[in-house]
């Protein structure tokens, strides 16, 4: 005589599958991509990352996201370069993309709610004859987590900006700024170089740090390079963000990033890339700094 079974409808309703088809979220906000499975959420100024269905498979329900703060601004007329905004990575456990280096942020799953998102603009150079400071870039937010804006690069008698990575410090001053402000784990950044000693020649200043590595200091050749970015595909495209700026020195140079991509990383000049969150390169002589990238937040999470 035949058994009845309901276990292959448990099953399937437990694996989040409604009459034999399965659940995913669905959410709106930002420019929306999409990359093979997988649907994407950009957002490159303030927005509202919207999520109006769950899946009924918990593990589902994660998201994927990178949250990064704007880049300071370079310090003027030789000096420290800015450091770059806080760079938050987190893989949710489905998902596919080659994530950075910097990957285990704090877990965010999704419930059906609306998310504000802040973008951080990118600090400002600081003035060229007078030697100012840079400014310190914007925060970045999603949900409960934050990119700290990057440190300002410091001038040639002023002290460079703390920041989810510290700025350079500019010609005859003392100490560096620091990374990884306020600290998270995994950290969100790294410190600044430190400038040219008092009788150092060419006279200059240090990078500032980045998502990936520390800022060198002043040497004997010249201000130091900023500290490298970080890549992830988490977009469909693998892209470097966060990286410091250069420092500059008296003689026109500038330290650059020890990277062939500088331009993703912004230092060197011209303005750091939008929304690459890269910290602005101090100008040489008496010019003025460059200014920081602002921040970016991306959302990814499995639809199909």
């Given at each position: 005589m ?7 409808a ?8 409604t009459?034999g088809?399965?659940?995913?979220i ?7 991509t999409?990359?093979?499975d997988?649907?994407i ?10 999520v ?18 704007g ?11 800015a450091?770059?905004g806080?760079?938050r ?36 150079g600081?003035g ?5 400071n840079?400014?310190?870039g914007?925060?970045?937010s999603?949900?409960s987590?934050t ?25 005859l001053t ?12 995994p ?7 430190a400038?040219a000693?008092?009788g ?19 040497s ?28 500059g020195d ?10 062939p ?6 230092a ?5 890339r ?5 910290g ?14 602002s921040?970016i ?8």
């Amino acid at each position: 005589m035949p058994v009845n079974s309901t276990r292959g409808a448990a099953s399937t309703r437990a694996f989040g599958f409604t009459g034999g088809k399965k659940t995913f979220i669905v959410a709106t906000g930002g420019t929306e991509t999409t990359s093979g499975d997988f649907k994407i959420h950009t957002f490159t100024g303030p927005g509202t990352f919207s999520v109006s269905e769950l899946s009924k498979t918990p593990s589902l329900n994660e998201l994927s996201y990178v949250v990064i703060g704007g880049g300071g601004g370079g310090g003027g007329r030789h000096s420290g370069g800015a450091g770059a905004g806080g760079f938050r990575e987190r893989k949710s456990a489905v998902d596919s993309y080659t994530a950075s280096p910097l990957n285990g942020a704090t877990p965010i799953t999704a419930t059906i709610t609306s998310y504000p998102i802040s973008i951080g603009g990118g600090g400002s150079g600081g003035g060229g004859s007078n030697g100012q400071n840079g400014t310190q870039g914007g925060s970045s937010s999603f949900s409960s987590i934050t990119g700290a804006g990057g440190g300002w690069g410091g001038n040639i008698l002023g002290s460079p900006g703390p920041g989810g990575s510290g700025g350079g410090v500019g010609h005859l001053t003392g100490g560096f700024g620091l990374g990884n402000q306020p600290p998270v784990s995994p950290p969100q950044g790294n410190d600044g170089g430190a400038g040219a000693p008092s009788g150092f020649n060419p006279q200059g200043g240090g990078g500032g740090g980045g998502a990936g590595g520390a800022g060198a200091s002043y040497s004997g050749g010249g201000a130091g390079p900023g500290g490298a970015g970080v890549y992830t595909s988490i977009t469909g495209s693998q892209i470097g963000y966060a990286g410091g700026g250069g420092g500059g020195d008296v003689q026109g140079n500038n330290g650059g990033v020890p990277s062939p991509d500088w331009g993703a990383f912004g230092a060197g000049g011209p303005d750091s890339r939008a929304n690459s969150g890269s910290g602005g390169a101090s100008s040489a002589s008496n010019a003025t700094g460059f200014s920081g990238g602002s921040g970016i937040v991306v959302i990814r999470y499995k639809f199909k």
